[in-house]
């Protein structure tokens, strides 16, 4: 065989090799939209912000903002099912908290299945009895859950975690508590997997919810991702506006949080409106994130 082809012939092996690997490092890179959103429980007690007014206008941003995972807060089975039949990609994991069936508020995941194979997925309460549904414990005016899965990425092939809970907006005792069970619950369950946690946490950062959850001298803690975010914060800081036309506070109660080999490209308040209503009273917070 001449010289020449061989090096021809090698010339094209190479180059279909560095192809090869700039395809699979860029498919490693496809980040993932995540978005945690209270969606406030359907109560015609809200009247015009009531959630058949709501409804479409919360289904919109999740496709507009193409969220591969919404952590949802206050769902109730209705609600879940109105959002499904608007997102006919998606599918819903999590349970009532009142029963760990269909009563009550939910917890759940809202999950892309063209992108996300779900592995596995849990629920269990924010109580000193984690696995008995209904329980409730401290000074929780309310029953609180936490709903986990455990998902493959198709595109980039990783596994991670994503937690996903609601604090108890009366207790203090009962939100600290929570914060602990959390932590050590995340570790028991995902180890040293990579995490992602969504939730109303009824706490700004200065609370001792959040100071337990981001305490760095703590092995277990987490991150929020608007501290990593390469590109500065979107949006307003608070997440809670009760309906009005601002923002409660300048703080949020409503957070990503992230632990282990996860770069933060993007971090946002979504805080649009439709002729001043809202899809909710509490503005969804998005992240753009790599696995890595």
Same mark, same amino acid.
């Given at each position: 065989?001449?010289a020449n082809f061989?090096?021809?012939?090698?010339?094209?092996?190479?180059?279909?090799?560095?192809?090869?690997?700039?395809?699979?490092?860029?498919?490693?890179?496809?980040?993932?939209?995540?978005?945690?959103?209270?969606?406030?429980?359907?109560?015609?007690?809200?009247?015009?912000?009531?959630?058949?007014?709501?409804?479409?206008?919360?289904?919109?941003?999740?496709?507009?903002?193409?969220?591969?995972?919404?952590?949802?807060?206050?769902?109730?089975?209705?609600?879940?099912?109105?959002?499904?039949?608007?997102?006919?990609?998606?599918?819903?994991?999590?349970?009532?908290?009142?029963?760990?069936?269909?009563?009550?508020?939910?917890?759940?995941?809202?999950?892309?299945?063209?992108?996300?194979?779900?592995?596995?997925?849990?629920?269990?309460?924010?109580?000193?009895?984690?696995?008995?549904?209904?329980?409730?414990?401290?000074?929780?005016?309310?029953t609180r859950i936490?709903?986990?899965?455990?998902?493959?990425?198709?595109? =980039?092939?990783?596994?991670?975690?994503?937690?996903?809970?609601?604090? &108890? $907006?009366?207790?203090?005792? +009962? @939100?600290?508590?929570?914060?602990?069970?959390?932590?050590?619950k995340i570790h028991?369950?995902?180890?040293?997997?990579?995490?992602?946690?969504?939730?109303?946490?009824?706490?700004?950062?200065?609370?001792?919810?959040?100071?337990?959850?981001?305490?760095?001298?703590?092995?277990?803690?987490?991150?929020?991702?608007?501290?990593?975010?390469?590109?500065?914060?979107?949006?307003?800081?608070?997440?809670?506006?009760?309906?009005?036309?601002?923002?409660?506070?300048?703080?949020?109660?409503?957070?990503?949080?992230?632990?282990?080999?996860?770069?933060?490209?993007?971090?946002? =308040?979504?805080?649009?409106?439709?002729?001043?209503?809202?899809?909710? &009273? $509490?503005?969804?917070?998005? +992240? @753009?994130?790599?696995?890595?």
């Amino acid at each position: 065989m001449p010289a020449n082809f061989k090096t021809l012939v090698m010339r094209k092996i190479i180059f279909v090799v560095l192809l090869l690997i700039i395809f699979t490092s860029s498919q490693a890179q496809q980040p993932l939209n995540v978005m945690t959103f209270n969606i406030r429980y359907n109560t015609p007690n809200d009247s015009l912000n009531a959630w058949p007014y709501r409804k479409d206008k919360a289904a919109s941003q999740i496709l507009f903002h193409e969220a591969h995972m919404v952590g949802l807060q206050e769902a109730l089975i209705g609600q879940i099912n109105d959002l499904l039949e608007r997102l006919p990609k998606y599918k819903s994991i999590g349970v009532g908290r009142d029963d760990g069936k269909e009563k009550g508020e939910f917890s759940s995941i809202l999950y892309d299945t063209t992108r996300l194979q779900l592995l596995q997925t849990q629920t269990f309460w924010l109580s000193e009895q984690p696995t008995v549904a209904g329980s409730k414990s401290w000074d929780a005016a309310i029953t609180r859950i936490v709903t986990w899965a455990k998902f493959r990425d198709r595109v =980039t092939k990783k596994t991670f975690f994503h937690f996903n809970t609601h604090f &108890d $907006h009366i207790g203090k005792i +009962a @939100r600290r508590e929570s914060a602990k069970l959390l932590l050590q619950k995340i570790h028991d369950i995902a180890g040293t997997t990579t995490i992602i946690v969504t939730g109303d946490f009824n706490a700004t950062p200065q609370d001792e919810p959040i100071q337990v959850i981001t305490d760095v001298n703590n092995p277990l803690h987490l991150t929020d991702t608007k501290a990593l975010s390469q590109l500065p914060h979107y949006g307003p800081h608070g997440t809670f506006s009760a309906f009005g036309p601002y923002e409660r506070t300048n703080e949020p109660i409503d957070y990503i949080f992230i632990k282990k080999g996860i770069k933060v490209l993007q971090h946002a =308040t979504l805080s649009q409106n439709w002729g001043g209503r809202y899809s909710s &009273d $509490h503005y969804p917070v998005f +992240a @753009r994130l790599v696995v890595q």
